[in-house]
């Protein structure tokens, strides 16, 4: 009889580590929709860019060019379908997988209303840089919360105890997935999609060691549903 591994160490976002206090759900609060509205203007910032989107932003503004739809209604349309695929796979929504179906991309298209046409390299390139920098930013704030994962987190997670297969090797088929249908269907892949997928991982790292609310005592009360596991570091 094999020996099971050892438990991995409990990241600030985990829900293997206590919860947090009741004293500290303002700030959590705040943290929340901070970090999806913050996410939401992260993705405007890399449209406009025009170099090349997250892979989730792929497939949008690939049905966004079929359907004639905005990119953040398609966002809010995807969001609430990948939500729908939780029932089978028996996961739980929290306040944060349900805000995060709307919030983002509510923000993402008031952004893109706001932010001017980029035409140069000169404004592109920042533009760019200035969405992956923010979005590693919001994903700290937002996953930091604890109220919960975003629907795509939830569905790879999910499909992560279903099958038994590694969360990295289900994140990269579903995100090659994602993003192969995005391009056939008109989404941008280019330096900002591969700039995205190198720098995303140790920038929310960092963010969310910088936002982690400090857990409760073993045996404390909690308000809410713990968040994702700690290898589930992009919120979607």
Same mark, same amino acid.
Do not use: C, K
């Given at each position: 009889?094999s020996?099971?591994p ?12 206590p919860?947090?206090?009741?004293r ?34 792929? =497939?949008h503004q &690939?049905l966004?060019?079929l !359907?004639?739809l905005t990119?953040?209604? @398609? ?6 379908? /990948?939500?729908?695929?939780w ?8 306040l944060?997988? @349900?805000s995060?179906?709307? @919030? @983002?991309?509510l923000?993402?298209d ?6 001017p ?11 760019m840089?200035?969405?992956v ?11 930091a ?5 975003g629907?795509?987190?939830?569905l790879?997670?999910? =499909?992560h105890?279903? !099958? &038994? ?5 289900v994140?990269?088929?579903?995100? /090659?997935?994602?993003?192969?249908t995005?391009?056939v269907l008109?989404? !941008?892949? &280019?330096a900002?999609t ?11 790292? =960092? ?15 909690? /308000? ?13």
């Amino acid at each position: 009889m094999s020996t099971p591994p050892p438990s991995p160490s409990p990241l600030p976002s985990s829900p293997l580590s206590p919860p947090p206090p009741a004293r500290h759900l303002p700030r959590r609060l705040l943290q929340l929709y901070a970090g999806l509205a913050l996410y939401g203007v992260s993705a405007a910032l890399l449209v406009e860019a025009g170099l090349g989107m997250e892979p989730w932003g792929v =497939l949008h503004q &690939g049905l966004a060019e079929l !359907t004639g739809l905005t990119i953040g209604v @398609v966002s809010i349309v995807v969001g609430a379908v /990948v939500l729908l695929l939780w029932i089978p796979l028996r996961q739980r929504p929290g306040l944060g997988t @349900v805000s995060n179906v709307f @919030v @983002v991309g509510l923000a993402m298209d008031g952004a893109l209303a706001l932010l001017p046409d980029a035409h140069t390299l000169a404004v592109r390139i920042p533009l760019m840089l200035a969405g992956v920098l923010l979005n590693g930013v919001a994903t700290g704030l937002y996953i930091a919360a604890r109220f919960g994962p975003g629907p795509r987190d939830g569905l790879m997670t999910g =499909l992560h105890r279903r !099958t &038994g297969r590694s969360i990295r090797l289900v994140r990269t088929a579903i995100e /090659v997935a994602v993003v192969a249908t995005g391009f056939v269907l008109g989404g !941008t892949v &280019g330096a900002g999609t591969v700039l995205y997928a190198l720098a995303i991982g140790p920038l929310a790292q =960092l963010s969310l060691r910088l936002f982690a609310v400090s857990p409760a005592s073993p045996g404390g009360s909690t /308000v809410v549903a713990a968040g994702p596991p700690g290898q589930a570091i992009l919120p979607g």
